[in-house]
């Protein structure tokens, strides 16, 4: 490639003020949208995962109890982990199922269970409202988006840029050798401290999921359902 070509391919200026509008754009849209649907847990995913598979089951689960709750659901939008919480949560019918979809060059479909679904262009903007107005965070088995989002979650609590909230992992055989590898080598040579460590609960057990959400959004009396339902609503 030559030199004017990789100078025009990179010169960003010439349309970079439009830009700032569609960026402006889409945090005014997922704030309108997402204000209104709270409190939400967030649940993140593969899109690659099969719905035989053990973790698809799992997803769908834990959706499916935090929906009964009275919890909304909000995912990726797509097939895999996100169908699977989208499917849960529909199933419960009393909670609101939430899909933030994104613009990939290679199309992603939107799944079949969402009442809701607000498309984005950029994945920035996306990850500040799959985190803004959830009240917790549970991420399930993935690929780089899943520990993309992670790994921000726990940069954003340890530095006290976003307020702490359970935040579960589950399927302990899917994380634990990377959570040795914090432990082993991350913690051991001083990268990160021990208190760090507390920042995610790992279990394979939706129950306790639920059970620890609900103990933590016991903080926050002020974000309530229904008289007849407990008072969710985190710390986030």
Do not use: H
Request: aromatic residues 12%; proline residues 6%.
């Amino acid at each position: 490639m030559a030199i004017e070509d990789m100078e025009y391919r990179y010169d960003f200026r010439k349309d970079e003020t439009w830009r700032l509008f569609r960026i402006m754009a889409e945090f005014v849209e997922g704030t309108e949208e997402l204000a209104r649907i709270t409190p939400a847990v967030t649940i993140f995913g593969s899109a690659r995962t099969q719905p035989d598979t053990t973790y698809y089951k799992l997803g769908e689960r834990i959706a499916y109890l935090l929906s009964e709750k009275g919890y909304n659901i909000i995912t990726g939008g797509g097939p895999g982990i996100m169908e699977a919480a989208n499917k849960g949560a529909k199933a419960a019918d009393k909670g609101i199922s939430v899909g933030l979809n994104i613009e990939l060059p290679y199309e992603q479909i939107p799944n079949p269970y969402l009442e809701k679904m607000i498309s984005f262009r950029y994945f920035f903007v996306r990850k500040v409202m799959f985190l803004k107005y959830a009240c917790a965070v549970v991420a399930l088995p993935g690929g780089f988006g899943t520990l993309d989002e992670f790994f921000e979650c726990m940069t954003l609590m340890q530095t006290n840029k976003m307020p702490r909230c359970p935040f579960f992992l589950m399927g302990s055989a899917f994380w634990k050798n990377l959570l040795n590898w914090l432990q082993d080598t991350m913690l051991a040579e001083g990268n990160i401290s021990l208190e760090d460590m507390n920042l995610f609960t790992l279990t394979d057990d939706p129950d306790e999921v639920v059970a620890g959400i609900q103990a933590a959004c016991l903080k926050n009396p002020d974000v309530q359902l229904s008289p007849d339902q407990p008072p969710p609503g985190g710390d986030c």
